[in-house]
């Protein structure tokens, strides 16, 4: 049982490890795409320029819906 258990637990590893790399994958796409949309060179995160005036958040949770 404690097998069995261990290696569900190393295949549920993987597949959050895939999705979440997927997910990434595809919200950097995103944000590269509103990026060049927008005219922006670079975008910071939240944590480097909390109080930015030209938040894209919205346009790139917009990008990300566009494309399911």
């Known amino acids: 049982l404690r097998t ?3 290696e569900f ?5 993987q597949i959050q490890n895939r999705t ?3 997910v990434a994958k595809r919200t950097m796409a995103a ?6 949309k927008q ?3 670079v975008i910071y995160g939240a944590e480097y ?4 005036p030209n ?7 917009k990008e990300l819906n ?3």
Request: glycine share 6%; net charge negative; no cysteine.
């Open 4 to 6: 069995w258990q261990q």
């Open 9 to 13: 637990q190393q295949e549920l590893n």
């Open 20 to 22: 979440l790399a997927d």
């Open 31 to 36: 944000i590269k795409d509103v990026g060049k």
């Open 39 to 41: 005219g922006y060179s």
């Open 49 to 52: 320029a909390p109080y930015t």
């Open 55 to 61: 938040d894209v958040t919205e346009a790139v949770i």
């Open 66 to 68: 566009a494309k399911k």
